[in-house]
């Protein structure tokens, strides 16, 4: 499954678009929509994930508190960063949990991937929370950082999402939707991408097909 992202875009075009698509991602933090606005993007019967990329929150930031709206608004799924303050995420799964909403513990490193003994040692840390998706996003620079991503399929994680960032991370995408990733992410086109060198979603079905 290919859950779209969406972000940058102005409310009536964000709605128009998730009309169109059976996943859709929610870029909280690349978008500024008021409450109701985000109950009408969230309350709907489709699967819709909120996500506030952030490197630090508290419980009076306004990411904790668009979360939390999410989950009160409609959303079926939320991303919590595993880097956060382990209180706000032990608030923020224990409120997922209490209205039913599935979670995603990831992992995001926008400067390099880590060797592949501290990837593993990040997912188990993941795996310490009671999440039902595990993500790993990093930014790939060699070749050498794709394959590292790669096997990391061959540990048999359970509902485990790696992300390539950047353009040698692309391949990392496709490889991982045919190594047992319950999804991954793509953006509407080229012109609105919410991650480096994410792939649109025509061309991400395109190439899933050919595989």
């Known amino acids: ?22 996943f859709a991602e929610i870029r909280l933090d690349l978008c500024n929509f008021s409450k109701k606005q985000n109950q009408q993007l969230f309350n709907r ?5 909120a ?5 630090i929150i ?11 709206d999410a989950i009160d608004l409609g959303a079926s799924m939320i991303d919590i960063n595993i880097r956060w303050d382990m209180q706000v995420i032990k608030e923020l799964i224990y409120y997922a949990r209490k209205n039913s909403v599935d979670i995603i513990g ?8 880590p060797s592949k003994y501290e990837l593993k040692e990040i997912i188990e840390n993941i795996e310490k929370y009671d ?9 790939v620079c ?19 999402i790696v992300i390539g960032l950047g353009e ?29 060198n994410q792939i649109n979603y025509n061309d991400l079905t395109t190439m899933l097909n050919l595989l």
């Open 45 to 49: 019967s489709k699967k819709m994930l």
């Open 1 to 22: 499954m290919i859950c779209i992202s969406i972000g940058h875009q102005d409310f009536e075009t964000c709605n128009s678009l998730i009309e169109k698509y059976e």
């Open 51 to 55: 996500t506030y990329l952030v490197d």
């Open 106 to 113: 990831s992992y995001h490193n926008f400067e390099m991937t």
């Open 142 to 160: 060699s070749v050498r950082d794709s394959a590292k991503l790669i096997s990391l399929y061959d540990s048999n994680y359970h509902n485990l």
């Open 168 to 196: 040698l991370g692309r391949i990392v995408r496709l490889a991982s939707m045919k190594l047992g990733a319950p999804f991954t992410f793509a953006s509407i086109d080229d012109k609105h991408q919410t991650a480096s």
């Open 131 to 139: 999440v039902d998706y595990k993500k790993v996003a990093t930014n």
């Open 58 to 68: 508290t419980f009076e930031s306004k990411a904790f508190t668009e979360l939390i």
